[in-house]
């Protein structure tokens, strides 16, 4: 350990990052371009957040009137039956699709098939996804059921492909050198090391499907989404509030139910 | 169905306890010109412990390897209960795996099964997948499992979960996942190189010891010299991919361990 020589630069511990610096300053001059492009003014803020006010009074207080409730049953109902069955078929689809699409498990032209499959289904919201199921197989549950499953097979396809290429391969290779067959292997030793994981998965997708459910029936889907539209659109916004509530209530419990489920199984 | 199909692969003739194991110029590239295994030949008698010896990265791994396919050799032959296991394909070849029982380095168990789980995975070359899903095993095999569990020390553990384990619990459990097959020839590859000495020798004692109630050979790629002597039949020394010595242990002198190994300061 010697000291520098004399008349050499002093060391630098953090050198500066040029390229993150003029990426840093593009960044904050474009979101102030585009934000004189969409007419971002405060001015229209203020008159928006005074609309809104007028808008939120309008709400209180929620309508619990008998006729609506029984609108809101059935209408979450419905939802809740969507999600659900969505969320139920898109892990039994989702578990062959996921496992095609593992490289270390899948020939190469199955993989990227099913990966290519996967990221067709990833790339669309669920709503475009609940329109283009709406004009195909009409108003109804069945294209908002369709539209989640979709969704749910784009996400959990995409994790358990994951995490099958992340699992170890020592007990894979070790049940193959027993002389199973593919199926055997998969069940005994892949299934086990990805199932606790899937799990989380899936009820984080109960979870998400829970939400979408709602969402999907503001465009013809079925639900509790299309009494909200109609509730909108009649500007019965007491009862607005109503289903929004319960909307946030049954989010939190699925959030309730899917984190005692993950518990439960790791 | 699958216990025909495995019965029929073996002559009706066969002797029960003939040449058990026959390599025949065995070649592996892993790229193409680059052998790691250089036309290997090797006879493996019907029973007794056969210790591959060696130093890393000289082709153990990979012999062993190629003798049940989970790496594919480049081009020689094995013969196993009268068939080319090379020329197999692959419902032919996993029928032959039934035969071979293997044991790993790092035991490779299946962490979240518990300890029988493990054990009965020995018979999925003969269960289905649906049953195996279900846990449904033949009440025979599950009977075997205890057994087996209990002749390897470990009858208390069975519902516990693998990665409760301690290296050499693992290990146990790994031969008793061997054991299950009814294997006609152990594979180990390297038993005992993730445990301590004492450990070591357990092991080693309970591979053979094994092998050999059962009448079958085993070979065992080691580092450990000693452990060779100790437990081996036979001793066989690999140098960059080719038989340098075969015999007893008592001939392998260190003029032989000079040329497996090479250099000089380790032997003194």
Redesign the interface.
């Known amino acids: 350990m010697s000291a520098l020589p004399h008349g050499q630069p002093p060391r630098v511990a953090f050198p500066p990052n040029w390229p993150a610096r003029l990426g840093m300053v593009v960044l904050v001059l474009y979101v102030a371009y585009a934000s004189t492009i969409l007419d971002l003014t405060w001015n229209r803020f203020v008159v928006g957040l005074q609309q809104g006010g007028k808008f939120l009074a309008r709400m209180f207080p929620p309508d619990f009137a008998h006729d609506k409730v029984s609108l809101l049953l059935i209408g979450m109902t419905e939802s809740l039956q969507i999600a659900i069955v969505a969320t139920v078929i898109g892990i039994f689809l989702s578990l062959p699709l996921g496992l095609a699409a593992a490289r270390n498990l899948a020939p190469r032209p199955l993989a990227w098939t099913a990966r290519a499959l996967i990221a067709v289904f990833r790339s669309l919201h669920p709503i475009i996804v609940a329109i283009l199921f709406v004009k195909a197989v009409g108003f109804g549950a069945l294209a908002g059921i369709l539209a989640l499953i979709v969704a749910s097979l784009g996400f959990l396809s995409k994790l358990v492909a994951e995490s099958v290429e992340e699992m170890?391969m020592?007990?894979v290779?070790?049940?193959?050198?027993?002389?199973?067959?593919l199926?055997?292997?998969?069940?005994?030793?892949v299934l086990?090391?990805v199932i606790?994981r899937f799990i989380g998965f899936a009820a984080y997708q109960l979870d998400s499907n829970l939400r979408n459910s709602a969402l999907v029936g503001i465009v013809g889907g079925g639900g509790i989404g299309a009494t909200l539209f109609t509730a909108f659109q009649r500007f019965d916004y007491d009862f607005v509030l109503t289903i929004v509530l319960a909307i946030i209530a049954i989010v939190m419990v699925g959030e309730i139910v899917s984190g005692w489920m993950r518990r439960m199984f790791q | 169905m699958s216990v025909t199909a495995s019965a029929s692969t073996q002559p009706p003739d066969a002797p029960k306890h003939a040449t058990s194991l026959v390599i025949n110029k065995l070649r592996k590239e892993y790229r193409a010109g680059q052998p790691v295994l250089h036309d290997v030949s090797l006879t493996i008698e019907g029973r007794g412990l056969t210790a591959i010896i060696g130093p890393s990265g000289t082709g153990k791994s990979t012999l062993i390897r190629c003798i049940n396919r989970l790496v594919e050799p480049t081009s020689g032959e094995i013969l196993f209960r009268g068939q080319d296991i090379v020329r197999l394909n692959r419902p032919e070849l996993r029928a032959a795996r039934r035969h071979m029982g293997m044991i790993f380095q790092e035991y490779n168990l299946v962490e979240r099964l518990s300890v029988i789980e493990n054990v009965l995975c020995g018979r999925l070359g003969y269960v289905p997948a649906w049953r195996a899903w279900l846990r449904w095993f033949p009440p025979s095999d599950i009977e075997r499992a205890f057994q087996l569990l209990e002749a390897v020390g470990l009858a208390d553990f069975a519902t516990q979960r693998a990665d409760q384990l301690s290296g050499g619990q693992r290990q146990r459990v790994g031969i008793a996942r061997a054991l299950m097959q009814e294997p006609q020839l152990v594979l180990a590859d390297e038993p005992t190189s993730s445990l301590d000495p004492k450990t070591s020798v357990e092991i080693m004692e309970l591979i053979a010891s094994r092998a050999a109630e059962r009448n079958i050979p085993a070979i065992v790629n080691m580092h450990n010299v000693e452990l060779a002597r100790r437990f081996a039949d036979r001793i066989v020394g690999m140098a960059k991919g080719a038989i340098v010595f075969d015999g007893p242990p008592h001939t392998l002198k260190d003029s032989h361990l000079l040329e497996i190994y090479g250099g000089e300061g380790w032997l003194e």
């Open positions: 170890s020592k007990p290779e070790a049940v193959r050198a027993t002389g199973s067959r199926l055997s292997v998969i069940t005994m030793s086990p090391q606790p």
